[in-house]
């Protein structure tokens, strides 16, 4: 017999690191239990406010009616929801036992703080590869803190996100910063102006490449190989069903583009998860997974090595059940 229950989390976390304005001081979610006999499988589906085009609401609706097919023994078709057709689709891997258990548990580390404690942390890391928000404050700013980190950290990759904030000019007065020698210790830029098309240019210009992330969720995107365009960066919550997602990243290697797994901001439940995908499907890229340290705590599962407290089902509230 198929059982299977909607549970809702609220975990009070800070989020000005990567959201900057749109901050939130809580995330709000789902996790959904599936349950086959002895067997069972959980997912996450959590909308992120400002990112996601379904909401909390129209999600748990949507999560319910396909719910209620499948314990009925129906197969339902994928929701139209990423968020919802994700955390669907991952529990129902978990309980067929097709998603593996090795995750790659290193990510990019998120910079954050003053730059004398980003220094020594980074210099602690086994895997250097840091990713720095940048195009918050002044170009300049971004592009001597960058350079410098590069330079004196000699095997540290850097992965920058602008999140289209730069006009050409600005990119450009960034990448000035930049000695030519150390660009290519630049995995990657995301989306560094408003247009991909200006974001393409600047990579022509200066030979530091890019990623796309906002632009594989804009209709119409077609990835193609593109000059200059080193990676696709893909947040599963917000792209759909474990299918989709493996069609993108098949679609980005025929192309000769790298694919990275990132977080949207997940609950350890939903964050592991996607640890494990990434080795699964992107074993030879560090993922950026390095949110689950602006949460208060983890839900369900932990993260190796994580000092976070780890909270049970009393910290959920259940919402359906059938
Ligand atoms: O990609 C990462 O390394 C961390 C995740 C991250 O930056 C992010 C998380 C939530 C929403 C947007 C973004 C972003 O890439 O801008
Ligand atoms: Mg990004």
């Known amino acids: 017999m198929r059982q299977a229950t909607l549970w809702r989390y609220a975990i009070p976390m800070e989020t000005g690191v990567v ?18 006999g002895d067997r069972h499988g959980w997912g996450e589906i959590a909308p992120l406010p400002g990112f996601s085009r379904e909401d909390l609401c129209s999600a748990r609706q949507d999560a319910r009616d396909w719910l209620s097919l499948w314990c009925k023994g129906g197969t339902p078709n994928d929701s139209g929801l990423p968020s919802v057709a994700f955390g669907l689709s991952c529990a129902l891997a978990e309980l067929e036992q097709t998603l593996p258990q090795a995750g790659s548990w290193h990510s990019a580390a998120l910079c954050t703080g003053d730059p004398d404690e980003l220094f020594e942390r980074l210099q602690a890391l086994p895997q250097p590869v840091a990713k720095m928000k940048v195009g918050q404050y002044e170009a300049a700013r971004d592009g001597m803190l960058a350079g410098l980190l590069l330079e004196a950290l000699p095997d540290l990759r850097l992965r920058l996100d602008a999140n289209r904030r730069w006009t050409p000019e600005k990119a450009l007065q960034f990448a000035r910063y930049i000695a030519p020698t150390l660009r290519s210790r630049i995995d990657f830029i995301e989306e560094p102006c408003q247009c991909p098309d200006d974001s393409r240019q600047f990579a022509d210009e200066t030979g530091i490449t890019i990623a796309w992330d906002e632009s594989l969720r804009e209709e119409p995107f077609c990835l193609q190989a593109q000059p200059g365009v080193a990676a696709i960066v893909i947040k599963p919550t917000l792209t ?29 439940l939903g964050l592991t998860q996607l640890a494990r995908l990434a080795h699964w499907l992107t074993a030879d890229e560090v993922p950026g997974l390095d949110t689950l340290n602006l949460m208060q705590y983890q839900l369900l599962r932990a993260w190796p090595g994580s000092p976070l407290p780890l909270k049970d089902k009393e910290w959920l509230t259940r919402e359906w059940q059938s």
Do not use: D, N
Not at 249 to 263: D, H, N, P
């Open 240 to 268: 759909g069903s474990l299918t989709r997602i493996k069609q993108q990243i098949e679609a980005a290697r025929q192309y000769g583009v790298r694919t990275i797994i990132s977080s949207a901001l997940e609950s350890s």
């Open 19 to 36: 959201l900057r304005e749109a901050r939130l001081h809580q995330r709000e979610g789902l996790l959904v239990e599936l349950r086959v």
